[in-house]
C-alpha cells in the first residue's frame, strides 16, 4: 500500500460561488469521502481557505522572514486534499477521477515519498 495525496487545483479567480453551488459540491465530496472510509482507502481529508490569508515562512541566511500569501504568480491554488492509500497508482487515479467530478476542480496526483529510500 502507498499512500497519495489527491489535491484539488482550486482557480482562485473564480471565487464566490452562489452558496447552494458550494453546499451541493461539498455535498458530493461527502459521498465520495465517505465512499473512501467504506472501502479503507481513506487516511484524511482537508479543505483550505485561500491562498491570500495564508503566510510564509521562508528561511534566509539562519533567521527567517514571514510574510503574507504565497505570491505566485498563478490563479490555481491548493483548494483542498485528501490523503489516501491504495495498492497502486491506478486505484489513486480511480478515486481523483470520482474527486475530479464531485469537486468540479483538476485534481493533482501525488505519492508520497518512499521513506524506504
Do not use: N
Not at 502507498?2 to 455535498?27: F, I, K, N
Not at 483542498?80 to 485534481?107: H, M, N, S, T, Y
Amino acid at each position: 500500500m502507498r499512500q497519495y495525496l489527491l489535491a484539488v487545483q482550486l482557480d482562485e479567480s473564480a471565487r464566490d460561488a452562489p452558496e447552494d453551488e458550494v453546499r451541493a459540491m461539498l455535498t458530493r465530496t461527502g459521498k465520495v469521502t465517505d465512499e473512501m472510509k467504506a472501502t479503507g482507502s481513506w487516511v484524511f481529508v482537508g479543505g483550505l481557505e485561500h491562498s491570500d490569508v495564508s503566510t510564509v515562512v521562508r528561511p534566509e541566511g539562519g533567521t527567517t522572514t514571514i510574510t503574507d500569501g504565497p505570491f505566485a504568480e498563478t490563479k490555481e491554488q491548493l483548494g483542498g486534499f485528501w490523503v489516501i492509500q491504495v495498492d497502486d497508482l491506478d486505484q489513486a487515479l480511480a478515486w481523483a477521477e470520482k474527486c475530479a467530478l464531485a469537486c468540479g476542480q483538476p485534481i493533482e496526483v501525488r505519492p508520497f515519498g518512499d521513506p524506504a529510500r
